[in-house]
């Protein structure tokens, strides 16, 4: 009786030889593709700006619309009103958009915040001229795994006007 050269005869057929080559390339391309978009900056962060106007208001929103857990990203609210604000100006903020953030601080800090179930109330002292801008320090905190969305409004006889939509997508 003659032994068989190898030890795998007739244990996997040729077809599924090569099925099995076939998937571990494309699996190793897919791997190279992904590396090579975190290598080129594609998965890092990139912000973009929205805005809306009503009413006479104008609201300017610059945040990362992409980003991974623990870089620093953009936060910076700008909002105009001809002829001024009056005493105090108050940005409704949706709180859950928060979450993902680890704070750093407001510049210029509100001078009251308060929150109910949704949203955060930030009031500042109204600047010289029409113009406020608002930036927030911040970075992602390295335990977040899933982006968030919310608006961004000025609140103004107890309605939010000129709301922004913001929407950040969170990459591994």
Do not use: N
Not at 120 to 149: C, H, N, W
Request: net charge negative.
């Amino acid at each position: 009786m003659e032994l068989p050269r190898s030890t795998l005869v007739g244990i996997e057929t040729a077809a599924a030889d090569r099925a099995g080559l076939w998937g571990r390339r494309a699996l190793l391309i897919l791997l190279l593709v992904f590396v090579l978009c975190g290598a080129s900056g594609l998965l890092g962060v990139h912000s973009t700006t929205s805005s809306a106007q009503e009413d006479g208001w104008a609201v300017s929103m610059r945040y990362a619309a992409t980003a991974r857990a623990g870089l620093d990203v953009p936060w910076e609210v700008t909002v105009r009103h001809t002829g001024g604000f009056g005493k105090e100006i108050t940005l409704a903020v949706t709180a859950s958009s928060f979450d993902i953030l680890e704070s750093q601080g407001f510049e210029p800090e509100p001078s009251d915040e308060t929150r109910d179930a949704d949203t955060m109330y930030l009031t500042f002292a109204s600047p010289p001229g029409d113009t406020l801008v608002v930036s927030f320090d911040a970075y992602i905190k390295p335990s977040a795994q899933e982006g968030r969305s919310g608006t961004v409004a000025v609140l103004t006889g107890g309605r939010r006007v000129a709301a922004v939509p913001v929407h950040t997508v969170l990459f591994p």
